[in-house]
């Protein structure tokens, strides 16, 4: 029987207890389209897989043993259960974490020492890096003249998506299914958009400005505006999460708080 979110979710607080990840997000991240769950109570993995016609993209979005259960080589069989299938499906890379859109962290955090050591060991190559940043949120900031910041009940930030960012579309779907989607308009246009809480529960974005628009404080506006939002629910401080602009939220007074090694392995 496939282990369901609130199992997994215990297993993870077992073994990540400063992560914070609840059921619900694990039912987001690990129970989307095309995954996989691998395991039991004591160690897991949750492999993502898409493609057709022979060609696939594979992840593992999250590889967890219970402390109880650790050097029994658990990882190591369900990472080579994962290259298998994997493999199966046509896929000629199997890379960690960056699952885009449902993931739950952007790589392999620095921090986990075992997990590295593991991934190395099999044979996972690094090819890159990526930081989350937290961010106090009392954070404001004002609209610019003629903008309008408001959460989102329409369809226009889908709509910028879809023309100029559709890796964020899914996103951006649900985070205003959920209420969790803000936009900013000018004259009726929506020219930006920012998310919380989609995959992880206080975790900002995706966020985005029509490209024609940056500059022009519209981001500052969507930061402020998602700050406000998650204060109201109890949050003190939010992580940015994958962020790109390190300069842009350094401004805003975040600072680089977690980061995640890159890797694949080559099947």
Do not use: C, M, N, Q
């Given at each position: 029987m496939k282990l369901a979110p609130d199992g997994l979710a215990r297993l993870v607080s077992a073994a990540l207890p400063d992560e914070g990840l609840t059921p619900a997000d694990l039912e987001t991240c690990c129970y989307g389209p095309d995954t996989?769950?691998?395991?039991?109570?004591?160690?897991a993995a949750v492999l993502t897989m898409t493609g057709s016609g022979g060609l696939a993209a594979a992840w593992i979005v999250l590889l967890v043993v219970h402390p109880?259960?650790?050097?029994?080589?658990?990882?190591?069989?369900?990472?080579?259960?994962?290259?298998?299938?994997?493999?199966?499906?046509?896929?000629?890379?199997?890379?960690?974490?960056?699952?885009?859109?449902?993931?739950?962290w952007p790589g392999v955090d620095f921090r986990f020492t075992a997990a590295l050591a593991l991934f190395e060991t099999i044979g996972f190559e690094p090819y890159g890096a990526a930081c989350n940043m937290a961010i106090p949120t009392s954070f404001r900031a004002g609209s610019p003249s003629g903008i309008v910041v408001e959460r989102e009940d329409g369809g226009g930030a889908a709509s910028l998506a879809s023309r100029s960012f559709p890796h964020w579309l899914d996103e951006v779907e649900r985070a205003r299914a959920a209420g969790t989607c803000y936009a900013a308009r000018a004259g009726?246009?929506?020219?930006?958009f920012a998310c919380h809480s989609v995959n992880r529960a206080g975790w900002i974005g995706p966020m985005a400005t029509d490209p024609e628009r940056e500059r022009s404080g519209v981001g500052r506006a969507l930061l402020g505006a998602i700050c406000a939002s998650l204060a109201a629910a109890g949050h003190v401080e939010a992580d940015i999460a994958w962020v790109g602009p390190i300069?842009?939220?350094?401004?805003?007074?975040?600072?680089?708080?977690?980061?995640?090694?890159n890797a694949k392995l080559t099947l």
């Open positions: 996989e769950i691998l395991g039991d109570g004591d160690a109880d259960r650790r050097r029994e080589g658990r990882g190591r069989a369900l990472v080579d259960e994962s290259a298998t299938r994997a493999r199966a499906a046509g896929a000629i890379d199997l890379h960690l974490g960056t699952a885009i859109p449902r993931y739950v009726g246009e929506t020219i930006g300069g842009f939220y350094a401004k805003a007074g975040a600072a680089v708080s977690r980061v995640f090694r």
